[in-house]
């Protein structure tokens, strides 16, 4: 659904090392935060739900002393609620526990109680109840692979969800195992990596074990896919089957955000970064760069941003919202945090030294 | 005449940390009965039953003590001595304490 601008609030969520800061806008120029929220926790996961006109926000909230949980609040951050025995608790037979969810993921607008999260140890969870209670996905649980899956730096986890808006279509990436496809919901699960790159094992080419970074679909194109991979950038247009590259015209082919625009076919943003021995921008220079035929070519973007840049991005922390035209929104490890409220045109700082920002979560909402 | 005289038998305290006792109903200690054989891991079972995120805070979902969370029997650390199966006497403290981790 396309939401004018102008009779909206616009939500940023902005999850970092040390807490969760929000800013509403009217514009996407002036922002009011309050913050910070879960002092002292690390938020690398934020879902922000507008279906049926409601405004929930969920957080994965971790705390190196107190460990993971998930909190949601239904009034913009005045108060947060957590189920007693926690939204996700790993079933005893497991054996495990949950480390840290990396991924809150409302469904589509036709199924409004569903939300997906993506945890470490590598699970999906599914909820039936708008995020406050998630069932374990014993089919991705289950898989054979398990025990062949790695870890990357940051831990072994799922962590991009993307469900097909009209159908029982569901891909999962993790780091590392690559990309997992589901045509019946989630009960069954084949790896869907044909294509991808995975330089750093014996055999380049495997079926599973690859490290993508985020994966987010076209809006249009039905079957159509965008990933970033731990070197390489990637399209599907076949549901998954094979991939193939669309890194030509990047200044580097790693990164971890991979953004598809909410309505337009063909377009999507990634954030470079040199690697493996740098990890930084280009250069020092940080730039987002789009695509809008789906990555035949690409635009530099780097209007408001500094001239020197020595912070990275992670996969979660940029994020778009649903207004036309579309904004964007990134953070930086270093706590700064930019905003376009013109598809990545031009940039404007809205928030700096705050904390690692781990994740970044933008939404048009009702009121506020 | 003659017969026993029975003593009450002192309650067992849990001494919280300041972040934790929101989850307790704002309390700094709280008490359990010495009814029987205590261990740490029964005294954390009953705190769990009363403040279930109090609980969750302390030990995931497999039991476990949290990496970063201490607990003190008479002055040593559980892990030093026999973890959650260590016994707690009748009118003992029992500390928790966050580990000094953290950047």
Not at chain 1, 12 to 36: N, V
Not at chain 1, 205 to 230: M, S, T, W
Request: with cysteine; hydrophobic share 40%; charged share 20%.
């Amino acid at each position: 659904m396309v939401r004018m601008a102008t009779a909206q609030t616009f939500l940023l969520a902005i999850g970092t090392k040390k807490g969760l800061w929000l800013a509403t806008s009217q514009d996407r120029q002036e922002w009011s935060f309050t913050g910070p929220h879960f002092l002292m926790a690390e938020i690398p996961s934020i879902g922000i739900d507008t279906r049926e006109g409601r405004t929930r926000i969920m957080v994965g909230v971790s705390s190196p002393h107190w460990g993971p949980t998930v909190a949601h609040s239904d009034d913009l951050g005045a108060t947060w609620t957590e189920p007693e025995h926690g939204a996700i608790r790993f079933p005893e037979d497991t054996g495990a526990a949950l480390e840290r969810v990396w991924q809150i993921y409302p469904d589509a607008e036709s199924r409004p109680g569903v939300v997906w999260a993506g945890a470490e140890p590598i699970s999906v969870w599914k909820s039936t109840d708008g995020g406050e209670h998630f069932e374990l996905n014993r089919g991705l649980w289950d898989h054979p692979h398990r025990s062949e899956w790695g870890a990357g730096y940051g831990g072994a986890a799922a962590h991009s969800i993307v469900v097909h808006p009209g159908g029982d279509t569901v891909h999962v990436a993790m780091s590392t195992g690559g990309v997992y496809r589901s045509l019946d919901g989630g009960t069954s699960w084949e790896a869907r990596n044909k294509g991808i790159s995975a330089y750093f094992m014996p055999d380049p080419n495997p079926e599973f074990g690859q490290c993508v970074h985020k994966i987010a679909a076209d809006a249009v194109v039905d079957g159509r896919l965008y990933a970033q991979n731990h070197h390489g950038v990637y399209r599907t247009d076949n549901n998954a089957e094979s991939w193939d590259s669309i890194a030509e015209g990047l200044p580097a082919d790693f990164g971890f955000v991979m953004l598809a625009h909410p309505r337009r076919a063909g377009t999507a943003w990634v954030v470079p970064l040199k690697a493996d021995g740098e990890r930084i921008p280009p250069g020092g220079q940080l730039a987002v760069h789009r695509t809008d035929d789906a990555g035949d070519t690409w635009t530099r973007l780097d209007a408001g941003l500094p001239d020197k840049e020595y912070n990275s991005v992670l996969r979660d922390a940029a994020s778009v919202d649903t207004a036309e035209p579309a904004g964007v929104y990134f953070g930086t490890r270093g706590g700064t945090v930019y905003a376009s409220a013109d598809e990545g045109g031009t940039f404007t700082e809205v928030a700096t030294h705050l904390p690692d920002v781990l994740c970044v979560r933008a939404a048009v909402v009702a009121g506020a | 005449m003659c017969g026993r005289q029975w003593w009450p038998v002192p309650d067992i305290s849990l001494v919280l940390p300041s972040v934790l006792q929101p989850l307790a109903g704002g309390q700094s200690v709280l008490t359990a009965p010495a009814d029987g054989p205590v261990t740490v891991g029964k005294l954390l079972d009953s705190v769990a039953a009363d403040y279930a995120i109090l609980g969750r805070r302390l030990r995931d979902e497999t039991g476990a003590l949290r990496r970063f969370v201490n607990i003190y029997v008479g002055g040593d650390e559980v892990r030093r001595q026999q973890g959650l199966d260590t016994e707690v006497a009748p009118g003992q403290e029992v500390l928790v304490i966050q580990s000094v981790a953290g950047g």
